[in-house]
């Protein structure tokens, strides 16, 4: 249940003044109403990320040095992740069980109805790192939203490079297959942020009798991640904010080429079964959610292009002046909260 802080009175009145907009490609666009080309100021709110203790910046530096793959990834797990906050006002069951190496919360409002459908979430972390408690604020305040009928179950999964990725989709596909076979839901939805979302659009090509809809926010869906390079001049904020769009190009290309490392034993990037871009055509109806400063939006626009010919229902959102990974921030910066209500009022259409 929702704790007040001191800024909700700014943070509703933000959130009840986002504008949208439509494209002529059909995406829609929501902004603010200070969207003068530069950054959301809500950014300079954010509580500021504390760094590593100066033992672990040492010990990364060394396994970047010497190239402790395992190493770096252990330490780069510890600076992902953001403050968020519950903004529910319902009473919401949870539920936490492991089966499988698979952690998971389930939610579901205090109803003595049983649920009838099922979203399953996926965290970001380039497969990596990342974890459920990061998106719980999140995946909560979506089956307040959704209502009694639905199920919402938030997955820690296991990571690279502990466990490969072959493995861990056959750990999720089996442990999907065996939920909704014990409970026939009417919709069985996977959702998942960055990599996340390149493991829902993944398990739906595997599931295809299963699973009824996709939810991926800023996501992922190459691993030939160098087909789809982002430069700074493909940014509309480029001129303004420089500095901004190398930064984030540049760590997000360097946080891909160590999850290439990690899994190009596996030989996995040719294949097409492994690529959901080439596979666009066999998705299940879809809603992509974009940030507008995010390198990895030209994984959603070359989606988008080919979403946009058929005539599924797809959607695709993209927040203006937001970096990746703002749905981090639920419950701080009002388009998280605003994204989830996008997704309950797609969901919900018949």
Known sequence: MTEFSPTLAAYFERLHTLNTHAESNGSVHITTNDDDGTIDSWYSLLSPRQPLPIAEQQGMQVAYATQNLTELARYLRLTMGADNQDVTIQLIDEVQRIIDNLAMTSYHVNSVIEPTNILFYFHGGALIGGKRSVTANFTKYLAQELGATWLVVNIDYPLLPETPLTKILATLQHEISTITGATQYNKVVLSGDSSGGYLAAQLSLMLPTIITQNILLYPQLTLNTQKYVAKVNDFRLAATNTDLMHGMITSLNQLLQLQQKLIQTEGLFDKVQFNPLE???????????????????????????????????????????LKHAFIDHFGVLPQAQRAAQKIVNWLKID
Not at 283 to 307: C, G, K, N, R
Not at 313 to 321: A, H, L, S
Request: glycine share 2%; hydrophobic share 45%; proline share 5%.
């Open 279 to 321: 596979n666009y055509e066999l998705l299940p109806p879809t809603m992509i959610i974009s940030a507008e400063v995010d390198a990895l939006i030209t994984h959603a626009q070359a989606l988008w292009q080919q979403l946009d010919q058929r005539d599924m229902g797809d959607e695709y959102i993209i927040f203006d002046q």
